[in-house]
């Protein structure tokens, strides 16, 4: 069956240091991984989108790479600060390149102490 | 002041009825979808469309119906055949067509409450 993961766990770390959350997809051939940030009670916002035939990218303190092979992509933030803490969302086109339909993995929360 | 916007925020409604949650944009975007969050899961797409006058259902579409009869707006109805309505609607859109469409900006959602 398809699916796509993300650790369900919350991710508590120390400020200052990198978090990377996990997302694994089965049965798909993504074009390409979005990730997102959602704040509790509110809409997802887009961070980062990597296609491919890319193995990183990166955006200020984010970074994302992506394996095809594994089928997994790694996002990080550098340099975590306690306003990183939300829920971060990542999805994948189910239908290879078509229509800007997504599907969403179930989302990790992050969590950065002071 | 460019965006999506949703109303109402909050709803409460009586089991039974039926009832439809506003969605307008004013990003020109041609694409729109409609996802529900529950507790501790991901988004799960009820409805989308790509074009003014057509739409495809998700993958939890039952018990769901939408319109779209002009660009800047796509309202969902959830009918008394929606087992288990309550939950967090999210509306987003995107550009459609290109590389960029595969961006969606969403609203700020509605939470309905059906007892």
């Known amino acids: ?114 | 002041d460019g965006g999506i916007t949703q109303s109402p925020k909050y709803l409460f409604r009586k089991e039974g009825q039926n009832v439809t949650l506003s969605c307008e944009q004013n990003l020109n975007h041609d694409a729109m979808y409609w996802y529900r969050q529950d507790p501790g899961q991901g988004l799960r797409l009820i409805y989308y469309s790509q074009i003014v006058n057509d739409f495809q259902k998700g993958d939890i579409a039952e018990g769901y119906s939408v319109s779209r009869e002009k660009k800047e707006s796509f309202p969902l109805t959830v009918t008394s055949a929606q087992k288990n309505p309550t939950a967090f609607y999210l509306c987003a859109s995107s550009i459609g067509q290109g590389e960029s469409s595969y961006e969606q900006y969403f609203g700020p959602g509605t939470r309905l409450t059906v007892t």
Do not use: M
Request: proline share 5%; with cysteine; aromatic share 10%.
């Open chain 1, 1 to 114: 069956s398809q699916k796509i993961e993300q650790n369900s766990e919350a991710l508590n770390i120390q400020e200052g240091k990198t978090a990377t959350l996990t997302c694994n997809y089965t049965n798909y051939s993504p074009a390409y991984l979005q990730w997102y940030r959602q704040d509790p009670g509110r809409g997802p916002v887009f961070l980062l989108l990597i296609r491919e035939n890319e193995k990183e990218k990166r955006k200020e303190r984010l970074k994302v790479t992506f394996d095809t092979t594994l089928k997994q992509s790694l996002f990080h933030i550098t340099a975590s600060q306690p306003a990183d803490s939300a829920t971060y969302l990542c999805a994948l086109d189910p239908i290879y390149n078509q229509g800007g339909k997504l599907i969403f993995g179930q989302g990790t929360e992050l969590s950065v102490k002071p």
